[in-house]
C-alpha cells in the first residue's frame, strides 16, 4: 500500500480487539457472575466473541436475560462492578502493535482511538498501559452525541490531531467501526483477529483492507516487511 503509506497522516483504532486484547478479563466477568447466580461456566470462545458487543450483550449472554427484565439494569451493573475488580489486570496490546506505534513515532504519523467504552473504563484501562508514544486523541462515547456507527467520533478525533479523514485510517473489529470510518471518508481495515462472531461476515463490511494478524498491520499501513 505505497499510495497509502505516502499520504498517511494518522491511523485511529478502535480499542477493545483492535488495539487492545481485554477479552480474557471480561471471560473472568461473565463467568463470575454467573457464578453467582448458580450457573455453569460457559465456552471461552463464546464470551470472546462477544466482547465487542459492550456489557449490555455480556449481561444477555451471561444470564440469557433480556434487556426488557425489571432486573436487568441491576445485573449489567453487577457485572460492571466486577469488570471494574479486574480492570487493566491482563489485558494487553496486541502482538505487533507496541512496533507500530514506534514506527509511527518514528515517521511523525499521528494516532488515536475511537472507542464505544465509557471513559469510566476506558483512562483506567489506559493508564495500566502506560502506551508510549501516548494516543494524541481519545474518544468516548461521553465525548459525542452519537457513537459508532455514527463517524463524529472519528472527525473529533481528526480535530485533535489536527488531520484529514482523507489522509486517515481507521481499524476496527466489528461493522459499526468500519461504518463509521466509511461514513467519515477514511480508508478503513478491518480487524479480523479480533473479536468476530461466528455469523459475522467481514467480506461484506466494505473494508478496504482486511488483517487476519495484528502483526501485518504495520505491512498494510507503512508498507514495511
Not at 499510495?3 to 471471560?27: H, N, P, R, Y
Not at 501516548?134 to 467520533?153: F, I, L
Not at 466489528?174 to 479480533?194: N, S
Request: glycine share 6%; aromatic share 6%.
Amino acid at each position: 500500500m505505497r499510495e497509502l503509506s505516502e499520504k498517511l497522516q494518522a491511523v485511529i483504532f478502535d480499542l477493545d480487539g483492535t488495539l487492545v486484547d481485554t477479552a480474557d478479563e471480561f471471560v473472568v466477568v461473565v463467568q463470575a457472575l454467573r457464578a453467582e447466580h448458580g450457573r455453569e461456566p460457559l465456552p471461552v470462545q463464546l464470551i470472546r466473541s462477544n466482547v465487542s458487543n459492550g456489557a449490555r450483550a455480556l449481561t444477555t449472554l451471561a444470564l440469557d436475560l433480556p434487556e426488557s427484565a425489571p432486573e436487568f439494569e441491576n445485573k449489567r451493573l453487577r457485572l460492571l462492578e466486577l469488570y471494574s475488580e479486574v480492570l487493566g489486570t491482563v489485558a494487553s496490546l496486541y502482538p505487533g502493535i507496541q512496533e507500530l506505534l514506534d514506527a509511527f513515532s518514528a515517521r511523525d504519523i499521528r494516532w488515536g482511538i475511537a472507542t464505544n467504552k465509557p471513559r469510566a473504563y476506558t483512562e483506567p484501562l489506559l493508564a495500566a498501559l502506560e502506551l508510549s508514544p501516548a494516543p494524541g486523541s481519545v474518544v468516548c462515547p461521553d465525548d459525542v452525541t452519537d457513537r459508532k456507527p455514527h463517524p463524529e467520533s472519528l472527525y473529533l478525533n481528526c480535530r485533535h490531531l489536527d488531520c484529514s479523514p482523507a489522509n486517515s485510517v481507521y481499524i476496527g473489529d466489528h461493522q459499526r467501526d468500519i461504518e463509521a470510518g466509511r461514513r467519515a471518508g477514511m480508508v478503513t481495515i478491518a480487524a479480523t483477529y479480533g473479536y468476530i462472531e461466528d455469523h459475522d461476515d467481514p467480506d461484506s463490511w466494505g473494508a478496504n483492507l482486511q488483517a487476519d494478524c495484528s502483526s501485518k498491520l504495520q505491512t498494510l499501513l507503512l508498507g514495511d516487511k
